[in-house]
């Protein structure tokens, strides 16, 4: 999972603060999603994007979520106001591009809620 | 809505033996991967599957994606503790199959 980078690892927030999850897709791969897992479950989908576009948010709660990945930089998650529910882990996933393409993983970053 | 069902839920069995795991769904899929989760970390591929029918065998590894590729399964000769995981299938879908259905997984654990 070296080729995705995610951090921080492991963030703490306080209810109410933002949350800010970064994104490094492998060299080469222009496609990102986002995935939330919550203990003992599988991965769900959040967003899907492209270099300064989002492609596919139908995962993404309707508020207090956002999503980017421009031109230069990482991708990045932002989680305004956080709640308790929030607390989970988020992975990103790369892809060189899109049909099917496999996706590899970052090894995610674990977000605590005090 | 749960587009992918995965059975069993959690599988404990001792080293040398075989075993199935399966993902099964309603819908069809333009692809489907399967990946392995160890706790802490991501899920990391282990095969992608496009065909109707297609075998892909990956050392002690088989995987087969069903003719109507709704479904798939995963056979494991001669489990070893290293196969202990997190067991995860997942669909392509999207208008460019872009857009991955994650099952809830297989928690697979092999005592030595």
């Known amino acids: 999972n070296a080729g995705v980078m995610q951090n921080p690892r492991h963030l703490v927030r306080r209810r109410g603060q933002e949350a800010r999850l970064r994104c490094s897709p492998m060299?080469?791969?222009?496609?990102v999603y986002w995935y939330r897992q919550l203990p003992e479950e599988g991965l769900k989908f959040m967003v899907y994007?492209?270099?300064?576009?989002?492609?596919?948010e139908s995962g993404m709660p309707k508020e207090r979520f956002s999503a980017e990945f421009p031109k230069e930089g990482p991708s990045i998650l932002r989680i305004q106001q956080v709640v308790r529910g929030d607390s989970a882990a988020y992975f990103c996933?790369?892809?060189?591009?899109?049909?099917?393409?496999?996706?590899?993983f970052g090894d995610g970053t674990r977000l605590s809620i005090l | 809505t749960q587009l992918l069902e995965q059975s069993p839920q959690f599988l404990s069995i001792q080293e040398g033996e075989n075993l199935t795991v399966y993902c099964n769904s309603s819908?069809?899929?333009?692809?489907l991967q399967w990946y392995r989760q160890e706790p802490g970390e991501g899920p990391v591929l282990l095969v992608t599957?496009?065909?109707?029918?297609e075998v892909k065998k990956l050392k002690r590894l088989t995987f087969q994606f069903g003719d109507a590729r709704k479904d798939s399964s995963l056979h494991i000769t001669a489990a070893q503790p290293g196969d202990t995981g997190l067991y995860l299938c997942?669909?392509?879908?999207?208008?460019?199959?872009?857009?991955?259905?994650f099952g809830p997984g297989t928690r697979l654990s092999v005592l030595p």
């Open positions: 997942a669909g392509g879908k999207g208008n460019y199959g872009q857009n991955f259905v």
């Open positions: 599957v496009v065909t109707g029918g």
């Open positions: 060299k080469g791969h222009s496609h």
């Open positions: 996933a790369s892809s060189q591009g899109s049909g099917n393409q496999p996706q590899h």
């Open positions: 819908s069809v899929f333009s692809s």
């Open positions: 994007l492209q270099k300064e576009n989002i492609i596919d």
